[in-house]
């Protein structure tokens, strides 16, 4: 059925006819019958009509309540995975890891670190949720792809590292490389390189792995690297070595590391480079028994000795600061252990059967886990327990309270002695460094793989999204908030899919709000008017466990 229009003009006047029509065969030839006459309709009335011809398959559509032929809707969120897509690509790290399928799905994982930290699965599941294969033009994927990633990063991390390096540096190697080493503790005993060690994250009940972090003199990171949990800080140092002068091409350059990092094997791996360390607290004595330098030296402001046959340097100066803290600290266990003296004496005098001896034990025993025994005495005078303080005594473990000595090949002609403190300070930035990749922002640990490959993946990832994090907190420092709250802020940005008869034919770009455009400008990402829409969608073929307690009816 049709509508058939037709208009003439007679007299001045114009006659429109509109007739309901049919269309028919009959012995091979096409006919038509009239229906109706419907001149007397309005336009409107036949517009109707002509509407429900045209949707005489799918009349529901016409509903009033139904969306239409052609609607919106909000799709994935977009804003937080362009703009740290954009930083990748600015800072030489999208490059770095490659245009194949591989290196998409490695820049995925270092995007999935920065926006929301945790497993492989959740880095999938966070893949529904954000504009991942549009953006990164990728295929689907799921988390049987994702593990075998992780060992792809491991084999080319080398590659990676020296591209990077090349970005950073494009003039060359730089003449200081800041060097430190961390500890990080595992849930479980099946990980490759989990070892027991020295914890310095107070779990002595927990393997763990060593990860030794290179940074350049401004503090990025350089690379980093993953060793068996009960290896030492010096033997960590030699393949530092090695990367610089094979992978960056360093010759000459001078390593900052933290005391006890730089000992006597290590200083003779440096012939062809010098060093900028820190001696520990018993060495320190040993040079002043040999009167290399007097202790009045802490007390000016940053003094320095030349060694002569040692041909080495030493920079000294006593942190007030410090000393303060060490001093509280130190009364703080006087006070301690004079209240539980106190609680004992209680104890004596109400029961009479309780043995001093023991009481007395408990209190040393007490004194050697502060050590504070050095210079605290306790006494049994009948049945009351005395502590006293040996001031001597005191006052020698006072005397180096908040004194540093810094010890460096570096001749004065290369490096003033405010230049080699500073640099030395400059391995703050190192743990600044393992304090972000270790805790809230990108949570290197819990591990969730038990493979060295997979490990060693792993810590590479949390490495490279904190070269993202980095260049926001340098775009953003001048605002009121954090990384992980400007992230979030940005993934609340989402594209508008435009349906047409139920299918997504395009995405488009909204405006941001105030505090999104503002965030978007600081880092200098233009946002784009539309995004091209694949279709792909990414699925885990995990669900989770039904553990969790039903609701009381």
Known sequence: MYLDRSQTTANGKTYRRVLLRQSFRENGKVKHRTIANLSACSQAELQAIELAFKHKHDLDSLRPDAPGPLHLRQGLSFGAIWA??????????????????????????????????????????????????????LDPFNEDQLYPNLAWLAENQS????????QLHPDGCPDFFLYDVTSSYLEGDHNALAAWGYNREGKPGKKQIVIGLLCDPQGRPLS????????????????QIQKVVARFGGQGVTFVGDRGMIKGPQIKELEHFHYITAISKPQIEALLQK?????????????????IPDKVRYILRRN???????????????????????EKNSYLAKKPKARVKTALRTLQARALRLKIADWVSLQAKGRHLALAVDEEALA????????????????????????????YKDLALVEQNFRTSKTVELEMRPVHVRLEASTRGHVLVVMLAHRLIQELQRCWAQENLTVEEGINQL?????????????????????????????????????????RYTGSIVATRKHLKNSRPKRCK
């Not at 994982?109 to 492989?120: D, F, K, N, W």
């Not at 009167?291 to 060694?307: G, H, I, Q, W």
């Not at 594209?495 to 880092?523: F, H, I, S």
Request: charged share 25%; aromatic share 4%; with cysteine.
């Open 491 to 531: 993934s609340s940005l989402c594209v508008t899919e435009v349906l047409v008869n139920g299918t997504v034919k395009d995405q488009l770009v909204p405006e941001g709000r105030a505090p999104v455009k503002r965030l978007l400008e600081l880092a200098k990402i233009q946002m784009p008017k539309k995004l």
């Open 224 to 239: 980093i690297e993953v060793f068996t949990g009960n290896t030492s800080d010096p033997k960590t140092v030699g393949s």
């Open 291 to 307: 009167r290399v330098f007097p202790l009045e030296l802490f007390d000016t402001t940053l003094a320095e000795v030349a060694s």
């Open 320 to 342: 007030p600061q410090r000393a303060l803290e060490t001093q509280q600290v130190r009364q703080s266990k006087q006070a301690s252990l004079a209240k539980l003296l106190a």
């Open 159 to 166: 590659r990676i590292e020296q591209r990077l390096f090349k």
């Open 84 to 137: 740290l897509h954009q930083l990748a690509q600015r800072t030489g790290l999208a490059k770095a890891l490659g245009s194949d399928r591989q290196g998409k799905l490695a820049l995925w994982q270092v995007l999935a670190r920065a926006i929301e930290p945790g497993s492989r699965l959740s880095a999938l599941r966070l893949a529904g949720s954000h504009a991942v294969c549009d953006v990164l033009q």
């Open 396 to 423: 020698e473990a006072q005397k180096l309270e908040g004194c540093y000595v810094i010890k460096t090949d570096l001749l004065d002609a290369w490096a003033t002695t405010q230049v080699v403190h500073d640099r």
